[in-house]
């Protein structure tokens, strides 16, 4: 049972559809939307950037065994003494990959490879450029060790039966790595999310058309289907779609019936040629918000049938900024992912900022780090919503939050980063 947009309305204390908080606005999304069913086995080299099904349990502990973290020589690190130098007869080498066989009695010590097996009773490692050698005794000076030093223990990394990643977990370079050190071939991962986009209005061409007089080019579609690629989402492309019922109606159907999400941007204002809001309200159960954000106040939320849908309002920076604090949560939350809100740092704002409290502003910023170490961050410039170049410059979005007014050169501004998101 799919809960209404009237219900999660009531749910919600303080909905108002035309002065929405994005406090609101994201616990309503959250709340329309629910994890994708539907669990694929995929090799590894195919699960970057997919969500983990379930939890992967050890197999094994990594390291499997205590081992060298160094080239040098293992001994009992019982026979340090402050101050004492040791000498120690070498009797071996072990090579990594290959258990030593033989014993190491006292005064004695193994010269070791990194990663190889340390034998029982040897705990700590010098070095080899720390030492000096005569013939076959091993010199260490006094006081450059403690017991334990240079060892890798047994499962420091993962033990055996432990859950090494969990369900949910967006599988990273990292992760993968992580899986590949458990002998794991394969991992069980949610089926990619289809999101469906296109973009509305009869302005809007599609590159290789030529430029006509008020027409712009379809940058959104870029925007867009990058940010859904970078997320691991699977993109319909439906195009660019006229401002004309018919069409709008074929291409809306054709979201609803093949994906999981359709993303469109544009005719969700005001508009005399806004037919999209029009055609939205007669195909689902579709909500026309006023967010009280900006960039991207006007937003349409709700669904086709099971699929849900998210109408971006048309205006290029408006449709990253929408992306990022409103739909990439819920795709993230779709996909089964757990939550991964982008970093927010603090950084000094190098100039004042105007600010109208009672709403929540996104402007581009640039991060650096200051001639006293600290973050500070300027703004872009000018931030129109059109002005795509802003976000080319950019590095995060400051936050003014809600009740937050003007802010004042040298003050201490939130900051979302979006680098390597975006
Ligand atoms: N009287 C009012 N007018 C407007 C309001 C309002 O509240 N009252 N809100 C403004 C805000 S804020 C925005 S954002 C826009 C959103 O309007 P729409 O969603 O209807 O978007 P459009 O009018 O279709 O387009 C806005 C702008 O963006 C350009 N555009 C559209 N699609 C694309 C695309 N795919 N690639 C590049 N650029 C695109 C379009 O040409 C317009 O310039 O409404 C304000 N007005
Ligand atoms: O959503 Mo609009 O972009 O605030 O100008």
Redesign the pocket.
């Known amino acids: 049972m799919t809960t209404s947009l009237d219900d999660i309305a009531r749910s919600l204390q303080g909905y108002d559809p035309q002065a929405l908080k994005m406090d609101d606005a994201n616990a309503f999304i959250a709340r329309l939307v629910a994890p994708v069913q539907g669990v694929e086995t995929r090799t590894l080299r195919q699960c970057a950037g997919r969500v983990l099904a379930q939890d992967v349990v050890s197999p094994i502990s990594v390291p499997a065994h205590d081992n060298s973290a160094m080239d040098g020589f293992a001994f009992n690190g019982a026979l340090l003494q402050p101050g004492q130098p040791l000498a120690l007869r070498n009797v071996g080498t072990a090579l990594a990959g290959k258990a030593w066989v033989g014993t190491v009695a006292a005064g004695e010590c193994l010269k070791v490879m990194t990663g190889a097996i340390l034998p029982s009773g040897l705990d700590t490692v010098v070095p080899q450029e720390f030492t000096r050698q005569e013939g076959d005794v091993v010199h260490i000076p006094a006081d450059i060790l403690k017991a334990g030093d240079n060892r890798r223990l047994r499962g420091e990394d993962l033990q055996q039966g432990g859950v090494a990643l969990s369900k949910g977990e967006l599988l990273t370079p990292a992760a993968l790595g992580l899986a590949a050190s458990l002998g794991l071939q394969s991992l069980q991962v949610v089926r990619r999310l289809r999101v469906a986009y296109l973009s509305t209005g009869d302005e809007v061409l599609s590159v290789g058309e030529p430029l006509r007089e008020g027409a712009v080019f379809d940058s959104n579609r870029y925007t867009v289907t990058s940010l859904l690629d970078r997320l691991g989402c699977e993109v319909i492309e439906l195009g660019v779609v006229r401002d004309e019922p018919a069409a709008l109606e074929a291409a809306f159907r054709s979201a609803a019936a093949q994906a999981d999400v359709i993303l469109s941007s544009g005719g969700v204002s005001v508009g005399e040629a806004d037919f999209t809001k029009g055609m939205m309200a007669k195909l689902g159960d579709v909500a026309f918000w006023r967010i009280a954000m900006?960039?991207?106040?006007?937003f349409a939320v709700g669904r086709i049938g099971n699929t849900v849908l998210f109408g971006m309002?048309g205006?290029p920076?408006?449709v990253m900024v929408t992306f990022l604090t409103l739909i990439r949560p819920a795709l993230l939350q779709m996909m089964g992912a757990r939550p991964r809100p982008l970093p927010l740092l603090q950084a000094h704002s190098e100039q004042p900022l105007r600010k109208k409290a009672g709403r929540t502003e996104y402007q581009r910023g640039i991060v650096s780090s200051g001639p006293d170490g600290r973050l500070q961050v300027r703004t872009t410039g000018n931030q129109g919503?059109g002005v795509l170049s802003s976000m080319v410059q950019a590095n995060g979005l400051i936050v003014l939050h809600h009740a937050q007014g003007h802010v004042a050169a040298g003050d201490g501004v939130d900051v979302m980063m979006f680098d390597g998101v975006i």
Not at 294 to 298: D, I, Q
């Open positions: 900006r960039p991207g106040r006007p309002p205006n920076v408006a919503s």
